[in-house]
T-cell receptor
């Protein structure tokens, strides 16, 4: 069964550094999402992406964040200058075209900012 | 603004006991609700959605618009049901994003 994959599984970085989190959505899916979960807190929506553009973003998704689909398979989340409070699990999800289709989640990337 | 509340962070029951994981929501439109489950060291996966009116692994959930609730129930808990359970509300906007509750950890003791 196809799955969403994410790399790396764990990323450690210094405050102020740029990080890129990578996701490979399920191949025939067209909607892509990033969520994050700070330890002990809720899973929070960051951004949705469709047809090569952002379709929705939350207030968390400020100018430090960007997303890209650089090729036909990858979907990336970039944090330009990481802060301590960016430490969290970051989940990628994808879904097929119909709004009735479920979102399939990746295993997550644990980002630790020191 | 939409909100999902799961009042219990932890629910501990014995095997064979009934289980009810509570979920309340706040949404101005027509709600579409889901339960996601995360077993130990595994990814979030969809358990069930209210529009399907299905029973998965013995779990059911009924949408009660009057009480704005979508509680998850199972008559006889099994040890393998131990996991984190998240209630989620789909926003019917351009992105169809999900708003999650805080999650409830279900522990089923032998």
């Amino acid at each position: 069964e196809p799955e969403v994959t994410q790399t790396p599984s764990h990323q450690v970085t210094q405050m102020g550094q740029e990080v890129i989190l990578r996701c490979v959505p399920i191949s025939n899916h067209l909607y892509f999402y990033w969520y994050r979960q700070i330890l002990g807190q809720k899973v929070e929506f960051l951004v949705s992406f469709y047809n090569n553009e952002i379709s929705e973003k939350s207030e968390i998704f400020d100018d430090q964040f960007s997303v890209e689909r650089p090729d036909g398979s990858n979907f990336t989340l970039k944090i330009r200058s990481t802060k301590l409070e960016d430490s969290a699990m970051y989940f990628c999800a994808s879904r097929a075209v119909s709004s009735y289709n479920e979102q399939f989640f990746g295993p997550g990337t644990r980002l630790t900012v020191l | 603004a939409q909100r999902v509340t799961q009042p219990e962070k932890l629910l501990s029951v014995f095997k064979g006991a009934p289980v009810e994981l509570k979920c309340n929501y706040s949404y101005s439109g027509s709600p579409e609700l889901f339960w996601y489950v995360q077993y130990s060291r595994q990814r979030l996966q969809l358990l069930l959605r209210h529009i399907s009116r299905e029973s998965i692994k013995g779990f059911t959930a009924d949408l009660n618009k009057g009480e704005t609730s979508f509680h998850l129930k199972k008559p006889f808990a099994q040890e393998e049901d131990s996991a984190m359970y998240y209630c989620a509300l789909k926003n019917n906007n351009a992105g169809n994003m999900l708003t999650f509750g805080g999650g409830t950890r279900l522990m089923v003791k032998p």
